[in-house]
């Protein structure tokens, strides 16, 4: 087993945050998670700590962060997002945060059709959000904030981000692999396990990339 390591979770009464959190939990790690609703987390664990409260306000945002070895980020409220950027502005609480705790590593997940900092989308992705996907546009923009802040505001920080192209709930489909063109869409579990992977991988760092199955 791998060093037991302490997981700062935002997110993890998510679809792919409750898989998360499980996968994290059987690896024997800790986990300390801040959820709205603790009854929506359906299992529980002496190695699972949980919060009740809101990122619009956190008022012992240091206290929450202590202690932590990596911290995840696997945010989303799309009406929410329509009328106001709350991941960034709970990101740049955040990060202040780690730094005076001394904690380095955060994985945020966005969406793969966020842009990139200073990049395009392809024409393809392109499209998707500004046709089928218009409805999240709130939330993709939101996304490209807070990249943009890491990417200008946190490089002290060891940041990655991971677009992923989230479906549905379903079993695994295989083994996403980090990309900087190609994208899967996979299921909860399948981005779950990638994150948990990603968040302990040192070449992402300062990463903005998506992700799509292995071929072959």
Not at 4 to 21: R, W
Request: hydrophobic share 40%; glycine share 8%.
């Amino acid at each position: 087993m791998n060093q037991q390591k302490t997981f700062l979770v935002f997110g993890a009464s998510g679809q792919t945050g409750q898989h998360f959190v499980s996968l994290a939990l059987k690896e024997g790690h800790k986990v300390r998670a801040l959820v709205r609703n603790p009854a929506k987390l359906t299992f529980t664990s002496p190695n699972l700590e949980v919060q009740q409260g809101a990122i619009m306000d956190v008022p012992k945002l240091d206290e929450l962060v202590k202690g932590a070895d990596f911290v995840i980020s696997m945010l989303g409220d799309a009406e929410m997002q329509k009328k106001e950027k709350i991941n960034t502005a709970f990101v740049q609480k955040l990060v202040p945060a780690m730094r005076r705790q001394g904690v380095k590593r955060f994985l945020y997940q966005a969406g793969g059709l966020s842009a990139p900092p200073n990049q395009p989308l392809s024409p393809v992705l392109w499209t998707i959000r500004n046709t089928i996907a218009r409805g999240y546009i709130g939330q993709h923009e939101d996304n490209e904030a807070v990249m943009q802040y890491l990417a200008e505001a946190a490089s002290d920080v060891e940041w990655m981000v991971h677009r992923a192209g989230i479906g549905s709930n379903g079993p695994s489909k295989g083994v996403l692999q980090r990309s900087k063109k190609d994208i899967s869409i996979a299921p909860f579990v399948d981005c779950a396990a990638y994150n948990y992977r990603l968040i302990m991988d040192p070449s992402a760092i300062h990463t903005c990339d998506l992700s799509c199955y292995k071929k072959g």
